[in-house]
Protein backbone atom coordinates (compact mmCIF):
# COMPACT_ATOMS: atom_id res chain seq x y z
CA UNK A 1 0.00 0.00 0.00
CA UNK A 2 1.68 3.72 -0.90
CA UNK A 3 -1.11 5.78 -0.17
CA UNK A 4 -3.41 5.66 2.88
CA UNK A 5 -7.11 6.66 2.05
CA UNK A 6 -8.86 9.99 2.60
CA UNK A 7 -10.93 10.29 5.97
CA UNK A 8 -9.85 6.81 6.84
CA UNK A 9 -9.42 7.29 10.59
CA UNK A 10 -11.42 10.46 10.75
CA UNK A 11 -12.92 11.25 14.27
CA UNK A 12 -11.74 7.63 15.54
CA UNK A 13 -10.95 9.78 19.11
CA UNK A 14 -9.80 6.71 21.15
CA UNK A 15 -7.31 6.18 18.14
CA UNK A 16 -3.68 6.53 19.76
CA UNK A 17 -1.15 4.28 17.94
CA UNK A 18 -1.17 3.39 14.25
CA UNK A 19 1.41 1.29 12.98
CA UNK A 20 1.82 1.84 9.08
CA UNK A 21 3.33 -0.42 6.51
CA UNK A 22 6.89 0.98 4.91
CA UNK A 23 5.47 1.09 1.49
CA UNK A 24 3.53 4.23 2.61
CA UNK A 25 4.99 7.04 0.92
CA UNK A 26 1.01 9.29 1.21
CA UNK A 27 -1.54 9.93 3.61
CA UNK A 28 -4.68 11.70 2.08
CA UNK A 29 -6.71 14.66 3.24
CA UNK A 30 -8.20 14.14 6.74
CA UNK A 31 -6.79 10.23 7.42
CA UNK A 32 -6.31 10.92 11.03
CA UNK A 33 -8.49 13.91 12.09
CA UNK A 34 -9.47 14.56 15.65
CA UNK A 35 -8.11 11.12 16.48
CA UNK A 36 -6.16 10.83 19.64
CA UNK A 37 -2.81 9.56 18.22
CA UNK A 38 0.40 10.73 19.93
CA UNK A 39 3.27 10.51 17.48
CA UNK A 40 3.73 10.08 14.02
CA UNK A 41 7.47 8.22 12.84
CA UNK A 42 7.65 7.07 9.39
CA UNK A 43 10.48 6.69 6.96
CA UNK A 44 9.07 7.11 3.44
CA UNK A 45 6.28 9.57 3.94
CA UNK A 46 6.58 11.84 1.25
CA UNK A 47 3.37 13.43 1.30
CA UNK A 48 0.34 14.42 3.62
CA UNK A 49 -2.95 15.86 2.65
CA UNK A 50 -5.01 18.66 3.81
CA UNK A 51 -6.21 18.30 7.09
CA UNK A 52 -4.74 15.19 7.50
CA UNK A 53 -4.08 15.19 11.43
CA UNK A 54 -6.06 18.61 11.97
CA UNK A 55 -7.48 18.43 16.22
CA UNK A 56 -5.00 15.75 16.90
CA UNK A 57 -5.07 17.19 20.26
CA UNK A 58 -2.51 14.57 21.74
CA UNK A 59 -0.04 14.78 19.14
CA UNK A 60 3.70 15.78 20.24
CA UNK A 61 6.35 14.06 18.18
CA UNK A 62 7.08 14.46 14.29
CA UNK A 63 9.40 12.54 12.29
CA UNK A 64 9.05 12.02 8.47
CA UNK A 65 13.04 12.52 7.48
CA UNK A 66 11.33 12.43 3.57
CA UNK A 67 8.31 14.74 3.40
CA UNK A 68 8.32 17.06 1.14
CA UNK A 69 5.07 18.16 1.18
CA UNK A 70 2.87 18.84 3.72
CA UNK A 71 -1.29 19.95 2.78
CA UNK A 72 -3.59 23.07 4.34
CA UNK A 73 -4.59 22.65 7.71
CA UNK A 74 -2.67 18.97 7.78
CA UNK A 75 -1.36 19.88 11.47
CA UNK A 76 -3.97 22.31 12.94
CA UNK A 77 -4.99 22.26 16.41
CA UNK A 78 -2.27 19.95 17.41
CA UNK A 79 -2.10 21.66 20.72
CA UNK A 80 0.45 19.47 22.26
CA UNK A 81 3.10 19.19 18.96
CA UNK A 82 6.37 20.61 20.75
CA UNK A 83 8.71 20.87 17.75
CA UNK A 84 9.12 20.46 14.18
CA UNK A 85 12.49 19.55 12.29
CA UNK A 86 11.92 18.10 8.94
CA UNK A 87 13.18 18.69 5.03
CA UNK A 88 9.61 19.78 4.18
CA UNK A 89 9.91 21.66 0.57
CA UNK A 90 5.61 22.91 0.67
CA UNK A 91 3.63 23.45 3.45
CA UNK A 92 0.10 24.70 2.68
CA UNK A 93 -1.70 27.46 4.53
CA UNK A 94 -2.75 27.25 8.15
CA UNK A 95 -0.34 23.96 8.19
CA UNK A 96 0.24 24.74 11.67
CA UNK A 97 -2.11 27.02 12.82
CA UNK A 98 -3.42 27.23 16.15
CA UNK A 99 -0.49 24.76 17.47
CA UNK A 100 -0.21 26.40 20.88
CA UNK A 101 2.74 23.70 22.27
CA UNK A 102 4.91 24.23 19.75
CA UNK A 103 8.29 25.76 20.59
CA UNK A 104 10.31 24.97 17.64
CA UNK A 105 10.49 24.73 13.65
CA UNK A 106 13.22 23.81 11.30
CA UNK A 107 12.32 24.61 8.09
CA UNK A 108 15.15 24.79 6.34
CA UNK A 109 14.68 24.06 2.77
CA UNK A 110 11.27 26.35 1.91
CA UNK A 111 11.25 29.24 -0.06
CA UNK A 112 7.53 30.20 0.67
CA UNK A 113 5.96 30.07 3.95
CA UNK A 114 2.47 29.88 3.48
CA UNK A 115 -0.57 32.17 4.67
CA UNK A 116 -1.29 31.42 8.34
CA UNK A 117 1.07 28.41 8.44
CA UNK A 118 2.62 29.09 12.06
CA UNK A 119 -0.10 31.61 13.11
CA UNK A 120 -1.55 31.82 17.19
CA UNK A 121 1.78 29.33 17.68
CA UNK A 122 2.00 31.19 20.84
CA UNK A 123 4.92 29.29 22.60
CA UNK A 124 6.70 29.29 19.32
CA UNK A 125 10.56 31.09 19.92
CA UNK A 126 12.82 30.23 17.27
CA UNK A 127 12.27 29.51 13.64
CA UNK A 128 14.98 28.04 11.29
CA UNK A 129 14.74 28.94 7.35
CA UNK A 130 16.52 28.57 4.48
CA UNK A 131 19.66 30.80 4.45
CA UNK A 132 21.64 29.38 1.38
CA UNK A 133 18.83 30.02 -1.31
CA UNK A 134 19.41 32.66 -3.48
CA UNK A 135 16.03 32.57 -5.01
CA UNK A 136 14.14 36.06 -5.62
CA UNK A 137 11.23 35.04 -4.51
CA UNK A 138 11.30 33.69 -1.53
CA UNK A 139 8.33 34.92 0.45
CA UNK A 140 6.81 34.95 4.23
CA UNK A 141 2.81 34.76 3.42
CA UNK A 142 0.14 36.66 4.75
CA UNK A 143 -0.11 36.32 8.87
CA UNK A 144 2.16 32.85 8.65
CA UNK A 145 3.92 33.88 12.18
CA UNK A 146 1.16 36.50 13.20
CA UNK A 147 0.32 36.02 16.93
CA UNK A 148 3.67 34.47 17.51
CA UNK A 149 4.06 36.26 20.72
CA UNK A 150 7.44 34.61 22.18
CA UNK A 151 9.29 34.39 18.88
CA UNK A 152 12.42 35.99 19.07
CA UNK A 153 15.16 34.49 16.48
CA UNK A 154 14.21 33.99 12.54
CA UNK A 155 16.68 34.70 10.27
CA UNK A 156 15.25 36.81 7.58
CA UNK A 157 18.49 37.64 5.22
CA UNK A 158 17.48 35.43 2.29
CA UNK A 159 13.63 36.42 2.36
CA UNK A 160 12.81 38.86 -0.47
CA UNK A 161 9.19 39.82 0.46
CA UNK A 162 7.12 40.08 3.36
CA UNK A 163 3.63 40.03 3.16
CA UNK A 164 0.44 41.42 5.07
CA UNK A 165 0.30 40.98 9.04
CA UNK A 166 3.13 38.00 8.60
CA UNK A 167 4.65 39.06 11.89
CA UNK A 168 2.02 41.24 13.45
CA UNK A 169 1.95 41.30 17.20
CA UNK A 170 5.69 39.07 17.33
CA UNK A 171 6.02 41.83 20.50
CA UNK A 172 8.91 39.70 21.35
CA UNK A 173 11.10 40.03 17.88
CA UNK A 174 14.19 42.73 18.83
CA UNK A 175 16.39 42.48 15.66
CA UNK A 176 15.86 41.75 11.97
CA UNK A 177 17.83 41.68 9.24
CA UNK A 178 15.85 42.91 5.93
CA UNK A 179 19.01 43.85 3.58
CA UNK A 180 17.83 41.86 1.04
CA UNK A 181 13.45 42.54 1.36
CA UNK A 182 12.00 43.96 -1.42
CA UNK A 183 8.37 43.95 -0.70
CA UNK A 184 7.05 44.77 3.39
CA UNK A 185 3.31 44.22 3.25
CA UNK A 186 0.54 46.22 5.76
CA UNK A 187 0.69 45.56 8.98
CA UNK A 188 3.75 43.00 8.62
CA UNK A 189 5.45 44.18 12.15
CA UNK A 190 2.43 45.79 13.71
CA UNK A 191 1.37 45.52 17.33
CA UNK A 192 -1.54 45.82 18.91
CA UNK A 193 -2.17 48.39 21.44
CA UNK A 194 -2.56 45.82 24.77
CA UNK A 195 0.24 43.71 23.48
CA UNK A 196 3.38 44.28 25.79
CA UNK A 197 6.84 44.63 24.17
CA UNK A 198 10.88 43.44 24.26
CA UNK A 199 13.41 44.42 24.86
CA UNK A 200 14.66 47.86 21.82
CA UNK A 201 14.17 46.74 18.17
CA UNK A 202 16.33 46.82 15.43
CA UNK A 203 16.08 46.53 11.86
CA UNK A 204 18.90 46.00 9.33
CA UNK A 205 17.99 47.38 6.00
CA UNK A 206 20.09 47.34 2.71
CA UNK A 207 22.75 49.15 2.75
CA UNK A 208 22.57 52.89 1.76
CA UNK A 209 24.56 52.55 -1.93
CA UNK A 210 22.66 49.33 -2.86
CA UNK A 211 19.10 50.04 -1.82
CA UNK A 212 16.42 46.88 -2.50
CA UNK A 213 12.95 48.19 -0.90
CA UNK A 214 10.40 49.07 -3.24
CA UNK A 215 7.37 48.63 -1.18
CA UNK A 216 6.40 49.37 2.70
CA UNK A 217 2.65 48.54 3.34
CA UNK A 218 0.45 50.92 5.22
CA UNK A 219 1.16 50.64 9.25
CA UNK A 220 4.50 48.16 8.45
CA UNK A 221 5.48 48.97 11.70
CA UNK A 222 2.95 50.26 13.63
CA UNK A 223 2.77 50.89 17.51
CA UNK A 224 6.21 49.50 17.61
CA UNK A 225 6.98 51.72 20.45
CA UNK A 226 10.67 49.77 21.20
CA UNK A 227 12.12 50.61 17.52
CA UNK A 228 13.76 53.97 18.42
CA UNK A 229 16.62 56.26 17.72
CA UNK A 230 17.43 57.00 14.04
CA UNK A 231 16.33 55.86 10.90
CA UNK A 232 18.98 56.06 7.94
CA UNK A 233 17.18 54.60 5.03
CA UNK A 234 18.24 54.73 1.08
CA UNK A 235 14.06 55.28 -0.14
CA UNK A 236 15.73 55.51 -3.43
CA UNK A 237 13.71 52.14 -4.97
CA UNK A 238 10.63 53.25 -2.72
CA UNK A 239 7.23 52.95 -5.57
CA UNK A 240 5.05 52.70 -2.73
CA UNK A 241 5.06 53.93 0.99
CA UNK A 242 1.86 53.71 2.88
CA UNK A 243 0.63 56.18 5.33
CA UNK A 244 1.78 55.62 8.57
CA UNK A 245 4.35 53.27 7.91
CA UNK A 246 6.53 53.84 11.39
CA UNK A 247 3.53 55.37 12.99
CA UNK A 248 3.79 55.63 16.93
CA UNK A 249 7.03 53.80 16.97
CA UNK A 250 9.58 55.16 19.66
CA UNK A 251 12.22 56.74 16.02
CA UNK A 252 13.21 60.09 16.52
CA UNK A 253 14.84 60.88 13.68
CA UNK A 254 14.90 60.32 9.85
CA UNK A 255 17.33 60.63 7.18
CA UNK A 256 16.25 59.38 4.18
CA UNK A 257 18.24 59.04 1.30
CA UNK A 258 17.43 59.93 -2.27
CA UNK A 259 19.10 60.27 -5.91
CA UNK A 260 18.79 63.94 -7.02
CA UNK A 261 16.94 62.94 -10.07
CA UNK A 262 14.05 60.93 -7.95
CA UNK A 263 10.70 62.29 -8.58
CA UNK A 264 9.59 60.33 -5.57
CA UNK A 265 6.41 61.89 -3.24
CA UNK A 266 6.36 60.52 0.23
CA UNK A 267 2.97 60.44 1.75
CA UNK A 268 2.00 63.05 3.85
CA UNK A 269 1.62 60.53 7.07
CA UNK A 270 4.32 58.85 6.26
CA UNK A 271 6.68 60.32 9.74
CA UNK A 272 3.54 60.71 11.91
CA UNK A 273 4.18 60.15 15.23
CA UNK A 274 0.24 60.05 16.00
CA UNK A 275 -2.57 58.73 13.79
CA UNK A 276 -3.89 62.27 13.75
CA UNK A 277 -7.46 61.60 12.69
CA UNK A 278 -8.34 58.37 14.97
CA UNK A 279 -6.41 60.02 17.99
CA UNK A 280 -6.15 63.39 17.87
CA UNK A 281 -2.58 63.62 17.62
CA UNK A 282 -0.40 66.23 15.75
CA UNK A 283 3.46 65.51 16.18
CA UNK A 284 5.26 64.21 13.52
CA UNK A 285 9.43 62.64 13.55
CA UNK A 286 11.30 65.26 11.86
CA UNK A 287 13.28 63.80 8.64
CA UNK A 288 16.18 64.99 6.38
CA UNK A 289 16.57 64.02 3.28
CA UNK A 290 20.10 63.64 1.57
CA UNK A 291 20.29 63.82 -2.26
CA UNK A 292 22.74 61.61 -3.30
Not at 89 to 100: L, M, P, Q, R, W
Not at 210 to 221: N, R, V, Y
Request: glycine letters at 6%; proline letters at 2%; hydrophobic letters at 35%.
Amino acid sequence: MRKLAAYMFNNCTKLKTVTLPDSLTEIDEGAFTNTAIESLEHLNIEKIGKEAFKGCTKLKRISLPKIKTIGQEAFADCTSLLKFDNDVTSIGEGAFKNCSSLEEVNIRKLTLVSASAFENAVKLTKVSLNTETTSTSFSIETRAFANCVLLNEIDLSRVRKIKDEAFKNCNALTSLDLSVVTEIGKEAFSIDNETPLAAEFEVIFASINSPTCTTIGEKAFYNRTNYVGVLEFNIGKLKTCGNYAFGKTGITNFILHLKTTSTLKLPTTFADYWNGKEEGGTETIPYVIERM
